[in-house]
């Protein structure tokens, strides 16, 4: 049986289900900034939930993503700490 947790939905409190992520798709999204330093960001996700007995508009069930950003920075030489 899967194991439901509570969580604060829209001001309520409901019931989730955690689901395994069977595969996963991260890019980077690169940024080249006016000073010459690119920045490389993408999100991963740490933890999905399916909210239980919620749905959008289309039917579809609905689901709470924990997730954190991930941040690398490449920049010219003349930026950089000496």
């Known amino acids: 049986m899967e194991e439901k ?5 829209g001001g309520e409190e409901v019931d989730a289900t955690p689901i395994e992520v069977n595969q996963a798709s991260e890019y980077w999204n690169q940024y080249l900034l006016d000073d010459g330093s690119v920045i490389k960001m993408k999100l991963v996700a740490t933890k999905v939930l399916r909210v239980d007995n919620k749905y959008d508009a ?4 609905v689901y709470f993503v924990q997730s954190q950003n991930v941040m690398s920075v490449n920049s010219p030489d003349n930026l950089k700490k000496k």
């Open 58 to 61: 289309e039917g579809n069930p």
């Open 5 to 9: 947790i509570k969580i604060n939905f």
